[in-house]
């Protein structure tokens, strides 16, 4: 037996004062600790080639499974934060100092309920911040209830009849809201999450990305036959007869360069403090 | 030369880096850990390439891919 | 700690300013450098002054989408080392409940200003206190909150910074209980020489020669040190449960009890050096007018009328803090008296604690409660006089 | 003025009559240029034009408590809504400056000294209707010179007005006091 140990435990907190942090909480086969995993893969990268401060990376989430994601386990600084108000604390953060890196982990009911309204207006007013969305199609946490992104007819604790509501298209809306950078890959496909995420943190602005994820306890299904399904209902963004047919498409569905908040607030702050301001 | 290393403290048998390996290098062990867990193992780890996919996939940080010359030690624990 | 110079800092003289604008350029003095709001009336004028103002100060000021997210701002702001207030009314307040409950649990030094008006729903534009009872209750589980009640243009500048100072001295979020009248009267305003301020800023764990890997972050202490975001602390915030290193696992009876217990006390235990309470015509006295706010205005020209022109032994008390109740200050200046009278402009809040800190001193304790607009001193002294005549 | 008496001014009318400013003008002369302690405050309707609108100054050379006006020495009510409001408050032989092309009737006139002022036709013959407020300060100067230096009150004009209508707002001042003067001042 070796002593190796995961090359991205270096960016998490496996012990503390009070006992080791370690394992994670989730579930076992939750592909929220994939999307973790495939983060630090992309911070870890970021730090080997950007020369960007390590201390200037912080992690921030809302309430449900994905946000626990930030629950004392990262050896960065973070916070665990209110459920949906994750964008306008990330927000606030930035104000003060527009050098951090934030990285936000979001559900989708985190985001797209009870967070929706900062969901919209976190990418039109473009901070530079990274979300990433784990998107499970459900309430994990409370008991797999039914979520903005539960397919039609599906049946859950809340909607036992099935439900009778069309989801979200979450991609669809953040390109709408208008944030510059804007993907979706799903658990299943690690190597283009690592890069997309990548990509996402170096881009200049609000960059959302989708990932689809799996929950087994709450689907009722072995983590391994809901990894296969991800692979099996999608297909690249190209594909345009297979998303006729209803197959979800993934890949980068933007990439703008346009101005963020913080710079055109700049201009105002100069203008203020010139010489010629009163 | 690639090693499997598992950490049985972490791993909670999703059996998703099974599912990943292209090469079938590890196999599940069939048995059943103290906490309900059905842990992998290595089936024949000379077919590993190193690709690292199931170190990538795991959701519990509880693989290691270690090749001969690999210098990877165990993470610094917090005091 | 001295103010750091600037020429876009209010400069030391005699202004003429509105409430609104004293209390933000009073912010802005104490360190102030992140504005969040909402608009809403009677509270919008702050959020105009700011976001004039603090591009002058190289602070940035944003209208969010709601007053939640824009409590939910000052949380961000404040973990990443800058001070951040909001200012609201009473609709916004009640939104904003979630940011307190949550801001005392992760003991996030921010300020919010509830220029109240009338409730409950959208109730009027107009003046009120009805909050008061909300600002200590509102959020929901057990946690100490500190609330000031400012009664002048002069009160809105200096206890805004009194406000900063107090949430960066007990690392918790501080609320300023003000009301239209305040918000929206002109009134001289003396803006001293920076040097005669005092700004208080948050303890942080370099400050205390803690090292990174040995920082508790609820630990410490009676207060804990607060690291700041990008400073190599790996700080969590967590809100959940949590052991002083923010453990939340592992979850027990007993680390519950004092975790939130010592958040509580370190308020409860400070009242003292927290609360003030304005004090006149005690001595002696037979019968007593306890208000608070603008209504103290009213309250302390219908006492003195009623002792000029009736000839009645009537003190008052103004209280400048309402939470944390200041009821052992109460009982120390308050001899037993006949009636105690309490105006405020709701139906009778404050009077409750009042009366529980002073039912040994006086068993006939009457409210004079207003609704939307502040009493008119005649209004007092007719209710006063009604009693004792 | 003796210590800890007030003087109340009260101006009253529609939104987007200036009353706003003028209290603001009359608290600055008073509390900036003149050293004397004074309150305004304000209220109006919902409707930022067009909405009741009234507008108070509270002067006195000691402390103020009560913020609002009690009994006032001056209305000044532009409209026949704000004078029919506002006048049980007037005290007895105060004085009552209105325009008489926007307020017919006053009950009980005889118990106050009512000045006449046609503010409105004064200010469209210095720069249009929007000068309206600043006709009827100049005119309530004249009626209360004892009190405040036209100094205070035109360094008070020049703090609160946009800098490019300095000079309209000053001639509408001094047309407002110049009509008293000629009028009604032997």
Aim: glycine fraction near 8%; aromatic fraction near 6%; charged fraction near 20%.
């Amino acid at each position: 037996m070796s002593t190796s140990a995961h090359p991205m435990l270096k960016y998490l907190k496996t012990q503390a004062p009070t006992g080791p942090r370690l394992p994670l909480i989730l579930c076992p086969g939750c592909g929220a600790g994939q999307v973790l995993n495939y983060t630090l893969h992309a911070v870890d990268r970021i730090l080997e080639e950007d020369n960007w401060p390590k201390e200037h990376f912080v992690f921030i989430s809302g309430v449900g499974c994905s946000s626990r994601l930030t629950s004392h386990y990262l050896q960065f600084d973070s916070g665990w934060t209110l459920h949906g108000r994750s964008l306008a604390i990330a927000t606030g953060a930035l104000l003060a100092n527009p050098r951090l890196k934030i990285i936000v982990f979001t559900g989708d009911g985190d985001a797209a309920a009870i967070g929706g309204n900062h969901f919209i207006h976190a990418c039109r007013r473009n901070l530079n911040m990274t979300i990433i969305c784990i998107n499970n199609g459900l309430y994990g946490m409370t008991g797999g209830q039914v979520a903005p992104t539960t397919e039609l007819g599906e049946t859950t604790p809340t909607t036992p009849h099935g439900n009778v509501e069309d989801p979200f298209d979450l991609c669809r809306l953040a390109e709408t809201a208008g944030a510059p950078y804007v993907a979706r890959w799903t658990t299943a496909h690690p190597r283009q999450a690592i890069k997309t995420i990548t990509k996402g943190i170096r881009k200049n602005g609000t960059a959302f990305i989708e990932i689809l994820s799996q929950c087994p306890v709450h689907k009722k299904t072995a983590p391994v036959e809901l990894f296969r399904r991800l692979r099996e209902i999608t297909v690249s963004k190209k594909d345009t007869d297979a998303i006729a047919a209803g197959k979800i498409p993934l890949g980068e569905f933007c990439n703008l360069d346009k101005s963020d908040w913080i710079a055109r607030y700049q201009q105002i702050i100069e203008n203020a403090r010139s010489p010629e301001a009163d | 030369m690639y090693t499997f290393c598992l950490n049985p403290s972490y791993c909670k048998g999703c059996g998703i880096c099974i599912e990943v390996c292209p090469k079938s290098a590890i196999k599940s062990s069939g048995r059943i850990d103290a906490k309900g867990h059905e842990l992998p193992e290595e089936q024949d780890m000379t077919r590993c390439t190193g690709c690292k996919l199931c170190e990538i996939v795991c959701p519990d940080f509880a693989i290691a891919i270690a090749s001969e010359e690999s210098t990877e030690e165990v993470p610094n624990e917090e005091k | 700690m001295p103010i750091s110079g600037s020429k876009h800092l209010i400069q030391p003289g005699n202004y003429y300013l509105q409430g609104a604008q004293a209390c933000a350029e009073g912010a802005m003095l104490a360190g102030c450098r992140v504005y969040a709001g909402y608009p809403i009336t009677p509270a919008t004028e702050i959020m105009e002054h700011f976001a004039r103002r603090l591009p002058q100060l190289d602070g940035r000021a944003i209208q969010m989408e709601d007053e939640i997210a824009s409590a939910s701002v000052l949380l961000g702001a404040s973990w990443a080392g800058t001070k951040a207030m909001t200012a609201t009314s009473s609709p916004g307040f009640s939104l904003m409940q979630e940011v307190i409950s949550f801001a005392i649990m992760t003991e996030t030094p921010l300020v919010i200003v509830d220029v109240q008006r009338p409730g409950p729903g959208q109730g009027y534009i107009t003046t009120s206190q009805e909050d008061v009872m909300q600002a200590r209750w509102g959020h929901h589980g057990e946690g100490s909150i500190i609330a000031l009640s400012p009664a002048s243009v002069q009160d809105m500048f200096d206890l805004t910074i009194e406000a900063f100072n107090l949430a960066e001295r007990w690392r918790t979020p501080v609320l300023i209980m003000a009301e239209e009248t305040v918000a929206h009267m002109r009134e001289p305003l003396v803006i001293p020489p920076h040097a005669e301020i005092t700004v208080v800023d948050r303890v942080k764990p370099q400050d205390q020669g803690i090292a990174p890997q040995d920082y508790l972050p609820y630990g410490h202490g009676e207060v804990p040190p607060m690291a700041i975001w990008g400073e190599g602390y790996n700080i969590n915030h967590v809100s959940l449960v949590h052991y002083e290193d923010g453990t939340v696992t592992r979850y027990n009876a007993r680390t519950h009890f004092e975790n939130v217990s010592r958040i509580h006390q370190k308020i409860e235990n400070h009242i003292d050096e927290i609360t003030k309470v304005d004090a006149r015509f005690i001595d002696d006295c037979r019968h007593l007018l306890i208000c608070y706010g603008s209504v103290s205005r009213t309250g302390v020209e219908a006492v003195l009328e009623a002792r000029e022109r009736y000839g009645l032994n009537i003190g008052f008390i103004r209280l400048k803090t309402l939470w944390p109740f200041a009821e052992a200050r109460l009982r120390a200046l308050v001899p037993e008296v006949e009636t105690i009278f309490v105006p405020e402009m709701n139906l009778g809040m404050m009077i409750h604690p009042i009366t529980e800190a002073l039912r040994d001193r006086c068993s006939n304790i009457i409210s004079i409660p207003s609704l939307g607009c502040l009493h008119t001193p005649d209004q007092i002294l007719a209710r006063i006089r009604e009693e004792l005549t | 003025m003796p210590v800890n008496d007030r003087y109340e001014i009260r101006i009253a009318g529609f939104g987007g009559q200036g009353v706003v400013t003028i209290g603001k003008i009359l608290g600055t002369a008073f509390s900036v240029f003149a050293g004397i302690n004074s309150v305004n405050t304000q209220s109006y309707g919902p409707e930022s034009r067009g909405g009741a609108c009234r507008s108070e100054v509270v002067v006195s050379q000691g402390e103020i408590n009560y913020p609002y006006v009690r009994h006032a020495d001056v209305l000044i009510a532009l409209s026949q809504v704000a004078l029919d409001t506002y006048l049980a408050d007037l005290k007895e032989s105060g004085i009552l400056m209105l325009d008489p092309g926007s307020v017919q009737t006053v009950t009980d006139a005889d118990h106050f000294r009512i000045i006449k002022v046609p503010v409105a036709a004064l200010a469209h013959e210095t720069g249009g209707l929007k000068f309206q407020n600043i006709v009827a300060l100049g005119a309530l100067h004249a009626v209360i010179a004892d009190l405040i230096s036209e100094d205070a009150l035109k360094d008070a004009i020049q703090a609160t007005v946009p800098p490019d209508t300095l000079a309209p707002n000053l001639a509408a001042f001094d047309k407002g006091k110049q009509y008293i003067n000629h009028h009604l001042k032997r």
